[in-house]
């Protein structure tokens, strides 16, 4: 059964910083590439970054990008995302999952997200 457990969201200002953790369980972590994405109040869940499985390479949306790193520890089967110079407009559910296309095609199973609010 897969599992994916995200934590480390919380209320942070404008120009903070968060990191998010995903821990998982169900597949072979090493050989799957992992993603964040994210669902704002009233919006569709959307693609933030991606990792491949030995994280030699990475992807990300546009309006993350220089600000979001997404890292991973296959020792640990947990993949990360480090946000730097939060916006008001990051405010979302965030979720982890596995790709089974590159870099935005996740599984269908999600977990419970972990929530991201950024003040003004």
């Known amino acids: 059964q897969v599992q994916l457990l995200e934590s480390g969201g919380g209320l942070v200002q404008a120009g903070g910083s968060l990191r998010l953790s995903c821990a998982t369980s169900?597949?072979?972590?090493?050989?799957?590439?992992m993603a964040w994405f994210r669902q704002a109040p009233g919006k569709e869940r959307e693609f933030v970054a991606a990792?491949?499985?030995?994280?030699?390479?990475?992807d990300y949306a546009d309006s993350v990008k220089g600000r979001f790193t997404i890292s991973r520890d296959n020792a640990k089967n947990t993949v990360y995302l480090q946000m730097n110079s939060l916006k008001p407009e990051d405010t979302a559910a965030y979720y982890c999952n596995y790709l089974r296309g590159w870099p935005r095609d996740a599984f269908d199973a999600w977990g419970q997200g972990t929530l991201v609010t950024v003040s003004s």
């Open positions: 169900g597949r072979t972590f090493n050989t799957y590439a």
């Open positions: 990792i491949t499985w030995s994280g030699s390479s990475t």
